[in-house]
């Protein structure tokens, strides 16, 4: 069956901290790969998206994420954390089969930050 | 440029009543998928609707339902509310030209069942 692990569920970081949130999936195919971010009482903001080519994806608010095919995973990392960035993060994957774009998510990572 | 907008906020209603809910696509965008966010979850598809008719459907009762207007707009309605439908429901939006646009959500509209 199709899945989408965020194996995380709750991760605190000290402000100036490099970050690492984990995503595994478990597809039939290289699905289509995102991240987003929710802030608490918002919807969720797309931070970066993956399609095809170069695996190392770069996106919004000095975030990167690295999908790693053999691993079935797609990794978002910062390499220093800002205060702003205590948050909920969704990794989501879209089949490539799905013309219609539908989503399936994790179960989040909520990330705290220390002073 | 206005983003995806969704109305009420908050909505409070009883086991065995009915609600609707609205989404305004994103400016230029004609594609509605709708997602419930339980407490600690992530969120789970619900059904998506492009011109005016419903193109996919996740694991959800009859009891959830849905319109899409002649203006892209649409509409949630959920028939005897259960205490489990309890949640954020989002509303996301894209263009359907090209399979790989991505969805661009709203704040959401929380339910709360008593």
């Known amino acids: 069956a199709q899945s989408v692990t965020q194996p995380d569920i709750h991760i605190t970081v000290s402000e100036g901290a490099s970050l690492e949130l984990r995503c595994n999936y478990s597809?039939?195919?290289?699905?289509?790969l995102f991240w987003y971010v929710q802030s608490p009482g918002q919807g969720l903001q797309l931070l970066l998206k993956?399609?095809?080519?170069?695996?190392l994806v770069q996106g919004i608010k000095g975030f990167e994420a690295e999908f790693k095919r053999s691993q079935s995973s797609f990794n978002l990392r910062k390499p220093s954390v800002h205060w702003s960035d205590a948050a909920e993060y969704f990794c989501?994957?879209?089949?490539?089969?799905?013309?219609?774009?539908?989503?399936?998510f994790g179960a989040g990572t909520q990330v705290v930050v220390t002073p | 440029d206005a983003g995806v907008t969704q109305s009420p906020t908050h909505l409070i209603k009883t086991r065995g009543q009915q609600v609707t809910l609205r989404c305004s696509p994103k400016?230029?965008?004609?594609?509605v998928s709708w997602y419930q966010q339980a407490l600690g979850q992530g969120p789970q598809f619900i059904f998506q609707?492009?011109?005016?008719?419903?193109?996919q459907r996740g694991n959800f009762p009859d009891r959830f339902s849905g319109h899409q207007f002649p203006n892209y707009s649409s509409e949630l309605n959920v028939n005897a509310l259960l205490l489990g439908d309890s949640a954020l429901y989002l509303c996301?939006?894209?263009?359907?030209?090209?399979?790989?646009?991505?969805?661009?959500f709203g704040d959401g509209t929380r339910l709360s069942i008593l």
């Open positions: 996301a939006s894209s263009l359907r030209q090209g399979n790989n646009q991505p969805q661009h």
């Open positions: 597809y039939g195919a290289t699905p289509y």
């Open positions: 993956y399609f095809s080519g170069d695996t």
């Open positions: 989501a994957v879209g089949a490539t089969t799905d013309s219609w774009g539908k989503l399936q």
């Open positions: 400016s230029g965008h004609d594609t």
């Open positions: 609707y492009y011109e005016e008719e419903e193109r």
